[in-house]
Structure formats: structure tokens, C-alpha cells
């Protein structure tokens, strides 16, 4: 399972959605601050481990988003006990 990128859910285009407001799946991305937050934890999310491994993303492809998130010791959660 993937964390989904606000900014790709809520498109201006409003394409995630039907007629009625419902929310379908039709164009999301990864989010960049879930993944950094992720490896500042030291580890990185399962869709960014096999994006990479696959060859379609660099190891450093989400590292851009490091600067823009928080620190994990301002998060205030025990680094050993978070599934992250």
C-alpha cells in the first residue's frame, strides 16, 4: 500500500472523483513527504523500495523532499516503536 500525495487527490481537474463527489482511484502519486519522513526514520516506504529496485525511480529520487518535512524527534514518537 502506497501513501497518496495530497496534491495528486485533490486535483484541480477533479479527476479523482465522480459526478457525486466520490472518491475513485484514477491518478494519484507517492507522496515526496510521506517517503521523507519515512527515511528519516530510516527506512524507506515499500513503494519507494520496489520502485526502486524495479529501476523506476533513483535511490535518491524522494531525497528533495528531505528539507520540506519534519524531523522525527519533532514528530515526539519512539523511533524503535513506529511501523514506519
Do not use: W
Not at 15 to 22: I, K, L, T
Not at 25 to 47: Q, W
Amino acid at each position: 500500500m502506497t501513501f497518496s500525495c495530497h496534491k495528486t487527490v485533490y486535483r484541480p481537474d477533479g479527476v479523482n472523483f465522480s459526478d457525486d463527489g466520490d472518491y475513485t482511484t484514477k491518478e494519484v502519486s507517492h507522496c515526496p513527504g510521506a517517503a521523507a519522513v519515512a527515511r528519516k526514520f530510516g527506512r524507506d516506504t515499500v513503494a519507494v523500495q520496489v520502485a526502486s529496485r524495479l529501476g523506476f525511480i533513483d535511490e535518491d529520487h524522494y531525497d528533495g523532499a528531505l528539507e520540506g518535512t519534519l524531523e522525527p524527534q519533532d514528530l515526539q514518537v519512539d523511533k524503535t516503536v513506529a511501523r514506519i
